[in-house]
């Protein structure tokens, strides 16, 4: 069996060691795994793609050129979209932070809220805002975005993301913010495991089914009452949190499940 792990340039050598254990653990079972980056051209006879960029519109090329993308196109061009991940979850009846588009300031109706940019990752492209003159600085920065606003909902900076190979629950960790209301383990939040309850468990496989994705992190605020709500899809999803509170390898179930679900397709 034969397939490539896809890359941007610049996220290869950021993720190079995740890179080595994928290939590492491909060769145990079998797997011949080759990185993909940027513009480089796959070979036909490969088995699949796992791609690991925000690209849906790569991952749609690579599609109709007949290769099996892990995750598909669609998955990608869901989670990339805050917009369309909240309502994804409106209809599937997950609770979920209000989200809504924006495009002035004036459809602000109350402050403090939270902007970001529809597309944004790592936490970069959110702010919290207090006053208008905020929102101001923040509509100049991304003025040649699609921005969205969300109420900002007190969670002490904490929220609980869930890693899914398929259906299946990988673990799932609790992100504590340190100065700041953003939980991103990247940016300097504290990171310990967390054990899923079941109806926790049941709202992210929801989600995991309805997309159908192979390998996802979904983020959910944790509120003081106990609830939750969903806040984003990380695909492609980064795995160092997980690393550090668990002794597992995300890259040897990946790849397990990616030779499984090749050989019955």
């Known amino acids: 069996m034969k397939g490539y792990v896809y890359y941007s340039k610049a996220e290869s050598v950021r993720n190079h060691a995740f890179i080595d254990d994928l290939i590492i653990e491909s060769e145990k079972i079998g797997i011949e795994l080759q990185l993909l980056v940027e513009d480089e051209k796959p070979n036909s006879d490969a088995d699949f793609i796992l791609f690991r960029d925000r690209n849906p519109e790569r991952a749609t090329t690579f599609e109709l050129k007949g290769f099996r993308v892990f995750n598909r196109a669609e998955v990608n061009r869901i989670a990339n979209d805050k917009l369309r991940t909240f309502e994804l979850a409106t209809l599937l009846g997950v609770p979920a932070v209000p989200t809504r588009r924006i495009r002035s300031i004036e459809e602000i109706n109350s402050y403090p809220c939270v902007l970001k940019t529809v597309d944004g990752h790592g936490g970069n ?46 673990g799932a960790v609790k992100r504590t913010g340190h100065g700041t209301f953003k939980s991103n383990y990247t940016l300097g939040g504290s990171v310990e495991k967390y054990i899923l309850s079941s109806w926790q468990e049941k709202d992210a ?15 959910f605020l944790l509120l003081p009452d106990g609830r939750w709500l969903l806040n984003e899809i990380e695909d492609p999803v980064g795995a160092r949190s997980l690393y550090v509170t668990y002794e597992l390898s995300v890259a040897e179930k990946l790849m397990g499940y990616i030779k499984v679900k090749i050989s019955r397709e």
């Open 125 to 170: 492209e959110v702010f919290l805002c207090t006053s208008t003159a905020d929102a101001k600085l923040f509509f100049t920065k991304f003025h040649d975005r699609k921005l969205i606003v969300q109420p900002f909902i007190e969670s002490g900076a904490r929220d609980i993301r869930v890693f899914m190979i398929g259906n299946d629950v990988v």
């Open 205 to 219: 496989q929801t989600i995991s089914q309805a997309i159908k994705s192979d390998y996802v992190g979904i983020d």
